[in-house]
């Protein structure tokens, strides 16, 4: 008798423990523009590679690596955040010849939520 | 889903299952929510609502108004509900409507690979007999049970790159009908039956973030071109006047922060599933994006 009791009740405990329990977010960084862009071809070695994505980034936990046609490290190693913008990670990158170059990286969004893509873009000789 | 309707519309179309469903990603790929039947993955979403229009013979109609919440309990495993209300719409006969069954799934989305592009679901369909409304706009008299898999593979590995942005999804379930029909056929059951819908999809946010910035306009941007196949076919005889149905959906869906908007044409695949095309146009909610510390966060992780 007390389960029957209980039963209409348990769908709405189930959602007053959804808005009460401190939940984990699952809000995903996804790729929203880079500089230089996605499969671009640019005329000027650029300094610094730029991604911006669609959620705010936890960026010491982000990865990024830049590497040309032979499979060679060009980035620096590091991944910086934008102070004025949580949405962007700022690469720093060694000088690049004329080539194609692969980007692949790996977001973590301020909710912990991993993402992950690659793209290339070319150095025009 | 619809069985009942065979006596009062001579539209065997109908039976096909329509029902919205639930996002998920893999690594960059996003699998939207297609219209017609369930995505791969499981998450904390609603369809808020669905419309479906569909045309049968010699003036005929029916209306969905359809909707759908999705509630993770852990991270991959979660419930869904589905339910709408419906209309049929006769010459010179008056007007049915009421409420279909309800739909109560449970899903566990036991396999992801980022890398791969690849998901992989299990799950249980359950569907309730509704009351004596229920059964006037067509639902079934008895319930079902339907063990079913899902599935979601992209192409981002594809060497041509103008193609990575291609995806597939499907859905297979065996319905087991709560009551048997008898060769009989007046005992109001069912046969037990597959029901599978499949997709493939071309996704610009794919082609913009991973293979070519073209610098679309958003409105482009965000849209995912696709085609939905839905089926439905008697699996074991008698089959009394239950024939195969093909249901074939082309449409596109607009992909944005917190929500998607869907529109498909419903294109009768063989002469079983109709005689006109019907449409159908759907607006998502992604809970996850949208409450991400309430309503769209599991209840235990």
Redesign the interface.
């Known amino acids: 008798m007390q389960n029957q009791m209980l039963r209409p009740i348990l769908p709405m405990l189930?959602?007053a423990?959804?808005?009460t329990?401190?939940?984990?977010?699952?809000?995903?960084a996804?790729?929203?523009?880079?500089e230089p862009?996605?499969?671009?071809t640019v005329k000027t070695a650029p300094q610094n590679l730029t991604l911006n994505f669609?959620e705010r980034l936890e960026a010491e936990f982000c990865r990024v690596e830049v590497t040309d046609a032979q499979g060679a490290r060009v980035d620096q190693g590091r991944v910086q955040g934008d102070p004025s913008d949580g949405k962007r990670l700022i690469v720093p990158l060694k000088p690049l010849k004329p080539g194609v170059y692969t980007v692949i990286w790996h977001a973590v969004s301020v909710?912990t939520h991993?993402?992950?893509?690659?793209?290339r873009f070319t150095v025009a000789q | 889903m619809f069985r009942s309707l065979l006596g009062l519309l001579p539209c065997v179309g109908l039976l096909v299952p329509l029902a919205a469903e639930a996002h998920v990603i893999a690594g960059a790929r996003v699998f939207p929510v297609t219209l017609t039947f369930d995505d791969p993955g499981m998450a904390d979403e609603a369809t808020l609502p669905q419309f479906v229009f569909q045309p049968g013979p010699s003036g005929q109609h029916q209306y969905n108004l359809e909707w759908e919440y999705d509630k993770t309990i852990t991270p991959t495993f979660g419930l869904i509900y589905n339910q709408g209300w419906d209309i049929l719409q006769q010459p010179e006969t008056k007007l049915h409507t009421g409420l279909e069954n309800i739909f109560i799934s449970a899903k566990w989305q036991f396999y992801t690979n980022p890398i791969t592009e690849t998901v992989i679901s299990a799950g249980i369909i359950r569907e309730f007999a509704g009351n004596r409304a229920t059964v006037n706009i067509g639902g079934d008299a008895y319930g079902s049970t339907a063990p079913t898999l899902y599935f979601g593979q992209g192409f981002g590995d594809l060497p041509i790159g103008l193609l990575r942005p291609l995806a597939i999804t499907g859905e297979f379930s065996y319905i087991i009908a709560d009551r048997r029909l008898n060769s009989a056929a007046d005992n109001n059951g069912n046969p037990n039956s597959v029901a599978g819908g499949f997709s493939i999809q071309y996704s610009i946010p794919y082609l913009q973030s991973q293979v070519q910035d073209f610098g679309f306009p958003q409105w482009i941007a965000g849209m995912i071109p696709l085609v939905e196949f839905t089926w439905f076919s008697p699996a074991e005889a008698p089959a009394n006047g239950l024939p195969a149905t093909l249901m074939i959906a082309p449409g596109v869906i607009y992909m944005a922060d917190g929500y998607q908007i869907g529109m498909e044409a419903l294109v009768p695949g063989n002469r079983a599933a109709g005689p006109h095309v019907g449409a159908i146009l759907q607006v998502h909610f992604f809970f996850d994006d949208l409450f991400p510390h309430t309503l769209g966060a599991p209840l235990f992780r």
């Open positions: 189930a959602v423990l959804s808005l329990i401190p939940g984990v977010a699952f809000a995903h996804l790729l929203r523009s880079a862009a996605v499969g671009a669609t909710d991993k993402t992950e893509g690659r793209f």
